[in-house]
């Protein structure tokens, strides 16, 4: 267990709409970042905030955001869902927000679109 | 842009077989190494890291890495497998940048470990 949770762990829901999944870094951590896991993109880096702030952006679709809230805890919201959506989505949390601090993942959150 | 190319997707080894899985980057500056593993159903859990300093790292349950600057590799190897190891092993580089932490993900290989 690495000490960052995420809910729900399945979500199973229809094209066009909008979902948000939630992620609570370990204690002591600032830093949350999210990924997706797809068998077409394999493991793709979305995006990382740091105590609140945005702090590095990747092939995060318009369509997708998130958010870091003043307890750190982050959320991601992805709307007009497609049928390509469905994927593993990783959040990973760290101390700080630099290349030298280790990035620990939580369990994984499953979204199937149909 | 940084990437990270692992070549080899899928490995099949008898038990006590020895492993070395192959990772290459594309990055000209200062780069921290990882390797991570997702044993089936579960999250990606660190094995091991370079950050500086001695090329051969030691990672957890016998697992290794060798930094290979000038061929830009970070090869992963373990001596002697068991069936447990069956998982999918992923290389993964940051680059020191200005801002950020994103790590960078190779494709992944899918190690069975047949008893």
């Known amino acids: 267990d690495s000490g960052v949770t995420q809910t729900p762990k399945h979500l199973i829901t229809a094209t066009g709409q909008r979902v948000t999944l939630r992620c609570s870094p370990r204690?002591?951590?600032?830093?949350v970042y999210w990924y997706q896991q797809s068998l077409d993109q394999g493991l793709q880096f979305l995006i990382q905030?740091?105590?609140?702030?945005?702090?590095a952006k990747g092939n995060i679709l318009e369509r997708f955001s998130a958010q870091q809230f003043p307890d750190l805890h982050s959320e991601l919201n992805l709307s007009s869902l497609e049928l390509g959506d469905s994927a593993l989505y990783f959040c990973?949390?760290?101390?700080?927000?630099?290349?030298?601090?280790?990035?620990?993942f939580g369990p994984g959150t499953r979204l199937t679109v149909t | 842009a940084q990437s990270v190319s692992q070549h080899n997707h899928h490995v099949i080894l008898s038990e006590a077989a020895s492993l070395e899985l192959g990772c290459n980057y594309s990055?000209?500056?200062?780069?921290?190494l990882f390797w991570y593993v997702q044993y089936p159903g579960q999250h990606l859990q660190l094995l091991l890291k370079?950050?500086?300093?001695?090329?051969l790292v030691k990672g957890i349950k016998g697992f290794e890495a060798e930094f290979i600057k000038s061929k830009f590799s970070f090869n992963l190897r373990k001596p002697s497998v068991q069936w447990s190891d069956t998982a999918e092993y992923f290389c993964?580089?940051?680059?020191?940048?200005?801002?950020?932490?994103?790590?960078?993900f190779g494709g992944g290989t899918r190690l069975m470990v047949k008893p």
């Open positions: 370079y950050f500086s300093g001695d090329p």
């Open positions: 990055y000209g500056g200062t780069v921290n």
């Open positions: 905030y740091y105590n609140g702030e945005e702090r």
């Open positions: 204690s002591g951590d600032l830093s």
């Open positions: 993964a580089v940051n680059a020191h940048r200005n801002a950020g932490n994103m790590l960078t």
């Open positions: 990973a949390s760290s101390v700080g927000d630099r290349e030298r601090y280790e990035q620990y």
